[in-house]
């Protein structure tokens, strides 16, 4: 991002940048020195996230967006110094005897987190939380179904100036965890890690044929992985992949597609999630190592079908791999910076192997990112790299954390209000208790709910009032919360609002919605997988390994199946509806029509195949 930096006049880089540096220094010492109460962490996590905004809207060139966005910053500022000077006293009136002052503080810090909200994340969510808060004052008014007692301004305000609103779990984990691990992700790029890592998804998967369009899926995963916006990640990883792609002969629609579906995928990819997986465990209480371990089938499902479909179109326009100088070059280079490589087995090894917390295998992992940079001379993080991945990580997290803010607000007036519980009675009511239906208006709610927002904020709403609903039906908690997290990740491709197609349309300079319908179709299995892994708990490592591995087994084929219905074009006149009608039989529980289906695609597979061979004997006869 110094293209943006430098786009800065000097004074306003030199702010920019010191602020920065700023809140990396302050998120290290409250996560690694001298750890602070959660109300004053978050607090400050915002107001110095708001005053970093408040800074870089000083280079617009609209007077008014000048003065505001400086005006939010002070508002922000003044109401973390407020909870720091009085934060037993604040505890115990706001929301029940709160006094002029609480009030006065608590309004400008919700004028300021809703303003920023909608400067850098859009009117969506903006609009949602006014509606809350309306829906806070005036529910009396409403019927009983839906409709509360009411609260006065002055309780409502206070209420969620507190952890039960703003400062609630969402932000919480904005302040730890995502910013932590967009820290990560920016000091990585800064080592030289990111470009190793392309050139590494290029060596395993450059050859292949589609080979460009395999190493966009592979490098966008593994980004998206640690990005908390589906969005944001397509912009920074997709002005390398998407060129590669046309270059290699993809249109600028399946280019574009292709990123949008694999960075998007990347929020449900573990072991990071784009930091969802650790606002899950806030959440549902459940062990971070069960959700990581519960949610690799269903994501290795996903990247297979887009990994597939774009190999399918690569077959069609007899698109082949990558130039073999080109891979000579990479290969060298592998060898040269293998060490890259250190900082994700740290993390992963730190989570999963050592036990380690959150917070310190993300400490340890970026320690390592410092230290593998000084093996080259031209990547080495010194001051200067240090202080641009810190502003790239800030000027990152401020749409993130302003949603999460803003989340809280929502989640604080349904929780005051009882209306969170509500929703999931309605929900069940209105489907009479049907698991199937049920799940239908989850997906829905979910991906309107979720629509312009980044994936962890849009699963912060709809973790708290859509998963209950499916947990009254039975479903186990871990199993609804995916089921969530997943729509709130496809949301970012689904038409009409896909912020993910919307980014790779604007770099691959294609039509919008054409790349809305073209990511839509490849990341469809994200749209059938949840209801899969509902149905079938084998899929999320619950069970025998038996029927683990059988499931396993039988959803491949039908991913791959479907894939090719979708994407191939055959030679066999009736091959892809066969294939599409098998493929979505075998998502049936019922082991006979499984074998049956199985069968069927295995006997079209090897027709198609035949057909192929026939066609390219005759080719080369003539």
């Avoid at 999963?352 to 310190?360: A, F, K, P, R």
Wanted: net charge positive; aromatic share 10%.
């Amino acid at each position: 991002m110094q293209n943006d930096l430098f786009s800065l006049s000097l004074p306003v880089r030199v702010a920019a940048l010191t602020l920065g540096l700023a809140i990396a220094a302050f998120h290290f010492y409250a996560l690694v020195i001298e750890p602070l109460p959660p109300y004053i962490f978050r607090a400050w996590h915002l107001a110095l996230l708001v005053a970093f905004a408040g800074v870089l809207s000083l280079a617009s060139d609209k007077a008014f967006i000048r003065y505001t966005g400086v005006l939010l910053g002070i508002a922000a500022v003044c109401g973390a110094f407020y909870i720091t000077s009085d934060l037993r006293g604040l505890t115990m009136r706001a929301g029940v005897r709160p006094n002029d002052m609480d009030v006065i503080l608590a309004t400008v810090t919700l004028v300021a987190v809703l303003e920023v909200t909608r400067r850098t994340a859009g009117n969506a969510i903006f609009i949602l939380a006014l509606i809350a808060v309306v829906y806070g004052l005036y529910g009396n008014l409403l019927p009983a179904l839906v409709g509360h007692r009411g609260y006065s301004f002055e309780r409502l305000v206070t209420y969620l100036f507190t952890t039960n609103g703003i400062f609630n779990i969402p932000l919480g984990s904005s302040a730890t965890f995502i910013y932590l691990f967009v820290l990560f992700g920016s000091l990585m790029m800064a080592s030289g890690a990111g470009d190793y890592l392309i050139k590494l998804a290029m060596s395993l998967t450059g050859r292949a044929r589609g080979g460009p369009a395999k190493v966009a899926v592979v490098s966008s995963a593994f980004f998206g992985m640690i990005n908390g916006t589906s969005a944001g990640n397509v912009v920074a990883t997709g002005s390398m992949t998407i060129p590669l792609m046309k270059k290699a002969g993809y249109t600028p629609r399946m280019a574009s597609g292709i990123e949008a579906s694999a960075s998007s995928g990347g929020q449900i990819l573990p072991p990071v999630m784009g930091a969802a997986a650790f606002l899950m465990v806030d959440m549902t209480g459940i062990s971070y190592s069960t959700i990581i371990i519960a949610a690799t089938i269903p994501a290795m499902l996903y990247f297979l079908a887009v990994f597939a479909m774009s190999h399918f179109e690569a077959v069609n326009s007899g698109i082949g791999g990558v130039d073999a100088p080109e891979l000579r070059a990479t290969g060298r280079q592998l060898l040269t910076g293998v060490f890259f490589l250190a900082p994700p087995a740290v993390l992963i090894v730190s989570l999963l192997y050592v036990g380690t917390s959150i917070i310190m295998a993300g400490i340890y992992a970026i320690a390592a990112t410092f230290l593998v940079s000084w093996l080259t001379r031209d990547q080495r993080i010194g001051p200067w790299r240090a202080s641009v991945a810190s502003f790239d990580a800030a000027k990152a997290i401020v749409p993130i954390a302003a949603t999460c803010a803003t989340a809280g607000i929502i989640m604080g007036v349904l929780n005051l209000t009882g209306m969170g519980l509500k929703i999931a009675s309605v929900i069940v009511m209105l489907t009479d208790g049907n698991l199937f239906w049920t799940l239908v208006m989850a997906m829905i709610v979910t991906i309107v709910l979720g629509m312009g927002l980044p994936t962890v904020a849009a699963y912060a709403i709809t973790g708290t009032v859509v998963a209950p609903a499916i947990v009254r039906l039975g479903v186990e908690p871990i199993a609804a919360h995916l089921f969530v997290l997943y729509f709130a990740a496809m949301s970012a491709i689904t038409p009409p609002v896909a912020l993910a197609s919307y980014a790779a349309a604007a770099v691959g300079r294609a039509s919008v919605w054409d790349v809305s319908l073209t990511a839509f179709k490849l990341g469809l299995v994200g749209f059938i997988a949840p209801f899969l892994f509902v149905y079938r708990p084998q899929l999320l490592m619950s069970g025998s390994t038996t029927g683990i591995l059988y499931e396993t087994v039988v959803s491949v084929i039908a991913v791959l199946a479907l894939a090719a219905a979708l994407q191939l074009r055959a030679r066999v006149r009736l091959a892809r509806p066969i294939w599409l009608c098998a493929g979505g039989t075998l998502l049936l529980p019922s082991v006979p029509v499984t074998m049956a289906a199985l069968a069927v695609i295995a006997a079209t597979t090897v027709w198609e195949v035949r057909a192929r061979r026939a066609e390219a004997l005759q080719a080369s006869a003539t």
